[in-house]
């Protein structure tokens, strides 16, 4: 049977989300889950709703729910970690100091200065986490669904000396989104996206064998709904001739020409969702949420509200490679994986979002050769603040961080270079209990080989 460790389980809906997909596997009827989560009241609620629904469809599963991350990950075949270092508490400054500095996130996790402080924060939790399953578990593979992907992802694979796997859905949902302009079955398209995590391109979509790349800029202006949605995505499309995996807000966030100026802002986002754009559209979105889940609780206990439903797969690649690794079922997906020559225009060492295979051999990434241009300079620029967060996350050198977010595209549209400092400055001071490298801990990592030279090949 497996033993699968969660690390950062209170997070309620995508536990049992997660957990109904692996069970949804046969032959993972009767697998161990270990929960872990420092929130104790979120971890009792996911762990009585999870043992209901295993309850429910009478599986032989079993959990184990505990605060302690060593006892969670001693033994275990698999480690997925969905940790929020820092709560909304931490990322309200994430977005609101940055805020009055003119620099308009929405979201706030994968760059800008709100995405670099959280990989400053996240990353020693996952070298944690790493040093846990090196003692405990060093065959486990690690499954990563924490943001932000690129960064965590390249700390874990220069100082963890864990195997590791970054995981994110953006590339599914604009499958479907593409799918859906082109009024075709989503199974009949096909497709090849590359790049870095968010930041990923269509550089392939067919149909029978036909090239459906120039269709789809008409296809998304014509579909109402889509041009509506997706305006910041559509513009980049139309300018750079392929489209991006993420969301408009998101996308809009991570470019210098859309959230500058805040009286032409407005054209570029919509008001439909949060994640259209809005000014902190998702921590607004997570505050209006507020105790939801503890309002339904009693719901999902009594029967009041659904439980999902065995069997009732999600397109989460999480599950799937676990299926792959251990039927020898064949999947194929979009996975965060380290840059070994892959993509050529893109530098060695860092984290890219790119088509992989697996099997019982392991994780096999493919080829991708030169990104068009345009895509890869966009790319190039992110991964420049990657690498400069990655190394002050593991050295504890302030003056990269602020460097880091100097040469941020958002950030350098907007603020002058003493405004950059000062914001740093202001953040330190505010996050500085999640920050164990710069708040007086002296945290430091150096870099562990990988196993087996860093391929993500199957261990047992």
Same mark, same amino acid.
Request: glycine content about 8%; hydrophobic content about 40%; proline content about 5%.
């Given at each position: 049977?497996?033993?699968? !460790?969660?690390?950062?389980?209170?997070?309620?809906?995508?536990?049992?989300?997660?957990?109904?997909?692996?069970?949804?596997?046969?032959?993972?009827?009767?697998?161990?889950?270990? +929960? %872990?989560?420092?929130?104790?009241?979120?971890?009792?609620?996911?762990?009585?709703?999870?043992?209901? %629904?295993? !309850?429910?469809?009478?599986?032989?599963?079993?959990?184990?729910?505990?605060?302690?991350?060593?006892?969670?990950?001693?033994?275990?075949?698999?480690?997925?970690?969905?940790?929020?270092?820092?709560?909304?508490?931490?990322?309200?400054?994430?977005?609101?100091?940055?805020?009055?500095?003119?620099?308009?996130?929405?979201?706030?996790?994968?760059?800008?200065?709100?995405?670099?402080?959280?990989?400053?924060?996240?990353?020693?939790?996952?070298?944690?986490?790493?040093?846990?399953?090196?003692?405990?578990?060093?065959? !486990?593979?690690?499954?990563?669904?924490?943001?932000?992907?690129?960064?965590?992802?390249?700390?874990?694979?220069?100082?963890?000396?864990?195997?590791?796997?970054?995981?994110?859905?953006?590339?599914?949902?604009?499958?479907?989104?593409?799918?859906?302009?082109?009024?075709?079955?989503?199974?009949?398209?096909?497709?090849?996206?590359?790049?870095?995590?968010?930041?990923?391109?269509?550089?392939?979509?067919?149909?029978?064998?036909?090239?459906?790349?120039?269709?789809?800029?008409?296809?998304?202006?014509?579909?109402?709904?889509?041009?509506?949605?997706?305006?910041?995505?559509?513009?980049?499309?139309?300018?750079?001739?392929?489209?991006?995996?993420?969301?408009?807000?998101?996308?809009?966030?991570?470019?210098?020409?859309?959230?500058?100026?805040?009286?032409?802002?407005?054209?570029?986002?919509?008001?439909?969702?949060?994640?259209?754009?809005?000014?902190?559209?998702?921590?607004?979105?997570?505050?209006?949420?507020?105790?939801?889940?503890?309002?339904?609780?009693?719901?999902?206990?009594?029967?009041?509200?659904? +439980?999902?439903?065995?069997?009732?797969?999600?397109?989460?690649?999480?599950?799937?490679?676990?299926?792959?690794?251990?039927?020898?079922?064949?999947?194929?997906?979009?996975?965060?994986?380290?840059?070994?020559?892959?993509?050529?225009?893109?530098?060695?060492?860092?984290?890219?979002?790119?088509?992989?295979?697996?099997?019982?051999?392991?994780?096999?990434?493919?080829?991708?050769?030169?990104?068009?241009?345009?895509?890869?300079?966009?790319?190039?620029?992110?991964?420049?603040?990657?690498?400069?967060?990655?190394?002050?996350?593991?050295?504890?050198?302030?003056?990269?961080?602020?460097?880091?977010?100097?040469?941020?595209?958002?950030?350098?549209?907007?603020?002058?270079?003493?405004?950059?400092?000062?914001?740093?400055?202001?953040?330190?001071?505010?996050?500085?209990?999640?920050?164990?490298?710069?708040?007086?801990?002296?945290?430091?990592?150096?870099?562990?080989?990988?196993?087996?030279?860093?391929?993500? !090949? +199957?261990?047992?």
């Amino acid at each position: 049977m497996l033993k699968i !460790a969660m690390i950062g389980a209170g997070s309620i809906g995508f536990t049992r989300r997660l957990m109904m997909d692996i069970l949804a596997v046969e032959e993972f009827r009767d697998a161990q889950f270990r +929960f %872990m989560d420092i929130h104790e009241e979120n971890l009792e609620m996911v762990t009585q709703l999870c043992r209901l %629904m295993i !309850a429910k469809h009478q599986l032989p599963a079993t959990i184990t729910a505990t605060t302690n991350q060593r006892e969670a990950i001693a033994g275990a075949d698999y480690v997925f970690c969905t940790a929020r270092v820092g709560g909304l508490e931490a990322f309200k400054h994430d977005i609101e100091i940055p805020l009055r500095y003119g620099v308009d996130q929405c979201v706030g996790d994968t760059l800008g200065p709100g995405g670099i402080f959280f990989a400053l924060r996240t990353i020693p939790v996952l070298l944690d986490i790493a040093r846990d399953m090196r003692e405990l578990a060093p065959n !486990a593979l690690l499954l990563n669904y924490s943001n932000p992907m690129a960064m965590n992802t390249w700390a874990v694979r220069r100082a963890g000396g864990v195997r590791v796997v970054g995981l994110c859905h953006g590339v599914q949902h604009s499958h479907s989104l593409i799918a859906k302009a082109l009024g075709l079955p989503k199974q009949e398209v096909d497709f090849t996206a590359a790049g870095i995590n968010h930041q990923t391109w269509f550089v392939q979509v067919s149909h029978q064998g036909r090239n459906l790349l120039p269709d789809i800029l008409q296809a998304m202006e014509k579909d109402p709904d889509i041009s509506r949605r997706e305006p910041c995505r559509i513009d980049v499309l139309r300018r750079f001739g392929y489209f991006s995996t993420e969301s408009n807000g998101h996308l809009s966030e991570y470019l210098p020409w859309y959230r500058k100026r805040a009286g032409e802002t407005e054209q570029w986002i919509s008001r439909d969702s949060w994640i259209g754009g809005e000014t902190g559209g998702y921590l607004n979105h997570c505050l209006s949420r507020g105790d939801e889940y503890k309002e339904n609780y009693p719901k999902w206990l009594n029967g009041e509200l659904e +439980f999902i439903k065995l069997g009732e797969r999600s397109e989460e690649h999480g599950s799937y490679i676990l299926e792959a690794l251990e039927t020898g079922r064949v999947y194929r997906g979009h996975f965060n994986i380290a840059n070994d020559g892959l993509i050529t225009n893109l530098p060695d060492g860092s984290t890219i979002e790119i088509p992989c295979y697996v099997d019982r051999n392991g994780i096999q990434p493919t080829f991708i050769g030169d990104l068009p241009l345009a895509c890869a300079a966009t790319c190039r620029t992110s991964i420049s603040v990657q690498e400069m967060t990655v190394e002050a996350a593991l050295t504890g050198d302030r003056q990269l961080v602020k460097q880091a977010v100097l040469h941020d595209p958002l950030t350098a549209a907007v603020c002058t270079t003493d405004e950059v400092w000062r914001m740093c400055d202001e953040m330190f001071e505010a996050l500085g209990p999640w920050l164990p490298q710069f708040n007086g801990g002296q945290r430091r990592w150096n870099d562990i080989p990988q196993p087996n030279g860093g391929k993500l !090949a +199957f261990i047992r």
